[in-house]
């Protein structure tokens, strides 16, 4: 990771832990949407912190899919791996999603929660999404390399290990050729700007197609 993306966390930790009390979840709904829900769980990188709805990269990619699925964003900023396995019964129970986009333990890599605690969290948010009878795409995330890197190593291989382990496609980095880019990330070194979703979204694309075909 570069310096830029280093720089700005001790303001940006309180901007995402605090963010979750003003940005609520949202549901993107356009006409002509296939019958293939999928219910994106997500903190402030899906939730568009610090930009518009519109603008972020879960609204683009249901506009790129707009005739195959119709997405239910329920990402949160400020959100943890233990906060969306509080809200994921909830949600499977009122949308009955096809596939759930789970985009969660970036917050807990940043407040250095247990790697162990992350990764059983992450297992179970899987396991309660195939019960319910739904695909699951698992969205990596990286920490910066202040983190140690024994910690941040461990922190990205929970992704590739549980995807191999539950048989579930992974994007490996979500943030990949946009983290550490100054003009495509906001002052705080974390967030993504609006230049930015689109690459997400290529990032994302792939695998998600590959699920609806």
Same mark, same amino acid.
């Given at each position: 990771?570069?310096?830029? &993306? ?6 940006? !930790? ?23 829900? +999928?219910?994106?769980?997500?903190? %402030?990188?899906?939730?568009? !912190?610090?930009?518009?709805? @519109?603008?972020? &990269? +879960?609204?683009?990619? @249901?506009? #790129?899919?707009?005739?195959? %699925? ?8 400020? #959100? ?10 909830? /949600? ?5 999603? $096809? ?21 059983? $969290?992450?297992?179970?948010? *899987?396991?309660? %999404?195939?019960? =319910? ?13 202040? !983190? ?14 549980? =995807? ?14 946009? =983290? ?9 070194? *974390?967030?993504?700007?609006?230049? =930015? ?14 699920? /609806?075909?």
């Amino acid at each position: 990771m570069s310096q830029i &993306w280093l720089s700005g966390f001790k303001s940006s !930790y309180l901007a995402i832990v605090f963010g979750g009390l003003i940005s609520l979840g949202f549901s993107v709904n356009l006409a002509n949407a296939a019958d293939t829900k +999928v219910l994106v769980l997500g903190d %402030s990188i899906s939730a568009a !912190y610090g930009i518009e709805q @519109q603008q972020g &990269w +879960v609204y683009l990619l @249901q506009t #790129e899919l707009r005739d195959e %699925s119709d997405f239910i964003n329920a990402s949160v900023s400020g #959100e943890t791996t233990a906060g969306g396995l509080q809200r994921l019964p909830a /949600l499977l129970k009122e949308h009955h999603p $096809n596939i759930v986009v789970i985009e969660l333990g970036g917050n807990d890599g940043l407040r250095g929660y247990p790697i162990l605690s992350i990764r059983k $969290n992450l297992q179970e948010l *899987i396991t309660l %999404s195939i019960d =319910a009878g739904a695909e699951v795409l698992l969205l990596g995330m990286k920490i910066p390399p202040n !983190y140690g890197k024994r910690y941040t190593e461990a922190f990205e291989q929970n992704y590739t290990q549980l =995807a191999k382990q539950n048989a579930v496609p992974l994007v490996p980095f979500l943030l990949s050729s946009v =983290a550490g880019v100054p003009k495509l990330m906001q002052s705080d070194g *974390i967030h993504p700007t609006a230049d =930015a979703q689109p690459l997400i979204v290529q990032n994302v694309l792939p695998a998600l197609r590959e699920m /609806l075909d």
